[in-house]
């Protein structure tokens, strides 16, 4: 299990991806890889008109990236290639020719926020906090800053990350457009989560499929940018500053 799971399943027109990790549901790089691509094989396939994601059980929506896995990068190469993990699956997002909807049962954490940042429509419940701690660990949030700026704007964006050790309440986040609707309970977001799918399941295939390409203009991009965000993490992970800040946070 320490590599955690990813399930998808698909009935009338609607895939749900449900992935689960132990340490609140954060992805190691094997399990980011496997999220990649199940978006990519979801993007091909007829049945599929509407994609939800979600993560199991009721603690975090997501813990960003594998902390033990930062903590052992020694070169720039390794570097890249473990900040490249939420690239992929947020250029896997973009390009996608489905609709995704994102299901935010509770706190998101940097990469969490970009996955959150990536889904066409967010519904989350009063428990999905939000925080950008990359600046207090001597890193940014560079790969999923395009992704989150795209939705709360450049405004929102310094202020979630220049106080980078803050929460913000799921209602800030609704009130910069991360989340289009809050819900009191769980069991409240699944049902309006399942509800919504139903309906866009219900639309034009291709209505939807242009939708999407419009939702992500002036996107193209993003393949290249995305990859030059990555390597600036992956020298910044590495400078002695970060070193310093991560021995603070190993158990």
Known sequence: MSNGSLYT???NNIATIEFYHPASNSFPSELLARLAKA???LSNHND???IILKSEKEGAFCA???FDELVAISNFEQGKQFFLGFANVINAMRSCSKLIIGSIQG?????GVGLAAACDYCLATEQASIKLSELSIGI???VIEPAVE???GVAALSELTLDATSWQTAYWAKEKGLFAKVFETIDELHKEVDNLAVKIASYNSE?????KKVLWKNTDNWDQLLEKRAEISGKLVLSDATKKALQKFKK
Do not use: T
């Open 9 to 11: 399943h698909i009935q």
């Open 39 to 41: 978006f990519n094989e």
């Open 48 to 50: 599929v008109k509407v």
């Open 64 to 66: 960003g990236a594998s």
């Open 107 to 111: 706190k998101a954490v940097g990469g």
């Open 140 to 142: 940014g949030p560079f």
């Open 150 to 152: 795209r939705k709360i």
């Open 207 to 211: 209505a939807l499929v242009e939708m």
